[in-house]
């Protein structure tokens, strides 16, 4: 089955510590005026030859670095673009937050604490709406646990 971007849900919290993990019901959803998430991850690689095959050059998944891009139309108003956007001069923990994924068949949740990375809250054009963007990147491979809504 095909699905649209749209179905999968993204939701910010605040970092208080690792042991308060929210839920779905309490985190903030990142979607007004939100019109693009990109997947940014990049696998981290290996590339070795050895003589167990032929000598063909192999490549090894040694590190994954999840990080998801959002981009939209900025408003101060919305409790999770203002989370964001508060962070912007910020540093270290307080530039972490909570990154929920809801897939969009509604049965996975991802779950990690995410560090607010290249916040752009009011930016562009004079004639254009305020820009809103940044990365979020997750600080440790998130867990992935069933979802049921």
């Not at 032929?54 to 203002?82: L, N």
């Not at 752009?120 to 990147?137: I, K, N, P, Y």
């Amino acid at each position: 089955m095909r699905n649209k971007n749209a179905a999968r849900r993204h939701y910010v919290a605040p970092f208080i510590n690792a042991d308060l993990v929210p839920t779905v019901a309490d985190a903030l959803p990142l979607a007004k005026f939100i019109t693009d998430i990109t997947d940014g991850s990049d696998d981290q690689t290996d590339e070795f030859a050895d003589y167990a095959g032929d000598g063909t050059v192999q490549t090894d998944i040694v590190g994954i670095q999840e990080s998801w891009d959002i981009s939209g139309t900025f408003d101060a108003d919305d409790e999770a673009q203002a989370l964001i956007a508060d962070m912007k001069r910020k540093v270290g923990n307080d530039r972490k937050l909570w990154h929920l994924i809801v897939d969009s068949n509604a049965t996975e949740l991802v779950v990690g604490v995410a560090t607010a990375l290249s916040i752009v809250a009011g930016s562009g054009a004079a004639d254009e709406h305020e820009e809103f963007s940044c990365t979020l990147q997750y600080d440790q491979r998130p867990t992935v646990e069933p979802y049921n809504g």
